[in-house]
């Protein structure tokens, strides 16, 4: 069994903000994959199915963000579940927006909910770093990430969701790269190779021109040039 961990803040005036995109990320998995409804467990929520031949859990703490090693640390417990088998999804200052990363293990570089799960349970796991740029200066960094994303960042966020909600089942195998790949074909598609290359222009052919043919015989030729 996997943990898939989601970080935000729980409730509907945090919903849409940047510092949200792990839970709607969870969102996403939950909802193409046919999981269990949303339940109250571990001070958060939860919601359980398959991801391929892989049974995952999916959680949601609502200890807001800052205590969220309280809910993954419960979770744990009761799953008796080794660290390595959880995977985190959280916002990335340090990506471009619809960037995403995956990492194991390493420090927490600063993010609150990262630093309650290393307070509580170590650097063991994985995450999956969602980029959401940075506002430029470190003092506007908390109004911007605690702020809604903004319409134009629907197009791009719609399609890194759906490449993570695809390539979910290659992560619960344990295959980074296919899900990485998965991901980068809806950010970054290729040039499609499938359209049909334009017909070449046939110029129109010239018609020959009649050749005439000269039946006259030698004598009549040469009595010609005389005339």
């Given at each position: 069994m996997k943990l898939f961990v989601g970080l935000g803040n729980p409730g509907a005036k945090y919903a849409a903000n940047r510092h949200n995109i792990g839970f709607m990320a969870l969102d996403r998995i939950a909802a193409d994959h046919g999981f269990s409804p949303w339940r109250k467990a571990f001070q958060g929520l939860v919601s359980e199915g398959r991801l391929g031949d892989e049974k995952v859990a999916l959680l949601k703490p609502e200890t807001f963000m800052n205590l969220s090693g309280q809910s993954v640390q419960a979770a744990l417990a009761f799953w008796k579940l080794p660290l390595s088998d959880v995977t985190v999804f959280h916002?990335?200052?340090?990506?471009?927006?619809?960037?995403?990363?995956?990492?194991?293990?390493?420090?927490?570089?600063?993010?609150?909910?990262?630093?309650?799960?290393?307070?509580?349970?170590?650097?063991?796991?994985?995450?999956v770093r969602l980029g959401i740029g940075h506002p430029g200066h470190k003092d506007a960094v908390a109004a911007y990430v605690l702020h809604d994303f903004a319409k134009a960042d629907q197009e791009w966020l719609e399609d890194l969701l759906r490449g993570i909600s695809e390539g979910a089942p290659?992560?619960?195998?344990?295959?980074?790269?296919?899900?990485?790949?998965?991901?980068?074909?809806?950010?970054?598609?290729?040039?499609?190779?499938?359209?049909?290359?334009?017909?070449?222009?046939?110029?129109?052919?010239?018609?020959?021109?009649?050749?005439?043919?000269?039946?006259r015989s030698p004598m009549q030729k040469l009595l010609d040039k005389f005339r």
């Open positions: 916002d990335e200052l340090d990506l471009a927006p619809g960037k995403l990363r995956l990492k194991e293990g390493g420090g927490h570089a600063g993010h609150n909910g990262l630093r309650s799960i290393h307070g509580h349970l170590g650097d063991g796991y994985a995450r290659a992560l619960a195998a344990g295959d980074g790269q296919k899900f990485m790949n998965a991901v980068a074909l809806r950010t970054a598609p290729p040039r499609s190779s499938t359209s049909r290359p334009e017909a070449p222009v046939s110029m129109p052919k010239e018609t020959p021109k009649p050749v005439a043919v000269d039946d």
